[in-house]
């Protein structure tokens, strides 16, 4: 077997010394988050460990396909585990509520692909060279000999998938390819997973995508798309949250454009935005670090108080900024 960093060895150590286990994600989960979260969850439960699995919000409904009966639960306070893991998270905070029932624990795990993670357990596993956390989980199993079966090969999968736009962003590596391809030897239904995943998207998310092009604006050099997502918006076309994912990636796709940015209202004071770079010397991890978010050079996210236009001008600046100093 290929050589393997200690920190595999360590994490295994500590799964085989306990017996329960909550595996915890972050706030509005995406598919590498969920495939990550439930592909470990479902090879401890092989192993014969008792294991919970925790989000602060609802599996958004593209990937419902994806969960179990019984595999996530609601969390609660009071309970306590022998060992917390926490897959694709980037800080603490980012767990959101679920970080307040998690204190119960003998040990705290992290593993984590994003550049902009804190460090913020007992045992920490952030390789930002990896395009997924669901490639980091899959080297742990076989690291570990544990079988991989094809509800978990559909899991790891999506996760990979996601978190590499379907293979084609930049930080995807050769490697990740001969990952995609094991999993599809396991057993990974390639087709459905791409039908629920990339082809199947309910009317209101059509509706917002029009809301997108209609009214999605451009700085004067053209290197700066953005949008507004107001409540109103949502109310409007019945969308809700979860269809915003990947509508930055239209505006990001327009040709002159180098930063994309959508600013989203979840109060009247408080905007989350969410950054994409399609040039190499333009980080926007670093941007959102600004504002005290983080995330990946050429995606990032980050939540600001402030009122919409204050935002909107901070952020522009910002990136602004961020270009000319990439010139």
Known sequence: MKSYPKIIGRILEIIREHKTFCIVGHVRPDGDCIGSQLGLALALRNEG????????????????????????????????FDCVIATDCASFERLGKVGECIGARKIFINIDHHESNTRYADVNWVSPREPSTGELIFRLLKVARWPITKPMADLLFTAVSTDTGSFQY?????????????LVTRGANLAKICDEVYQ??????????????????LSPDEKIAWLWL???????????????EGLIDHLRAIEPVIVACVFEEVEPELTRISLRSKSAAVNVSEVCKLFGGGGHPAAAGARIPG?????????????????????
């Open 49 to 80: 460990k008792r294991v919970t699995v925790w989000n602060q919000d609802a599996i958004p409904l593209k990937y419902k396909f994806l969960v179990g009966d019984g595999l996530i639960e609601k969390p609660k306070r009071g309970e306590k």
């Open 170 to 182: 930049a930080t995807t590596r050769p490697g990740t390819f001969h990952t995609g391809a094991e």
């Open 200 to 217: 199947s998207y309910p009317l209101s998310r059509a509706k917002l995508l029009k809301h997108v092009y209609s009214k999605f604006r």
């Open 230 to 244: 107001k409540k109103k918006d949502f109310v409007r076309t019945g969308a809700e949250t979860d269809d915003t």
């Open 307 to 327: 009122t919409p236009l204050a935002v909107q001008r901070k952020v522009i600046a910002a990136v602004k900024r961020a270009l000319k100093a990439a010139k």
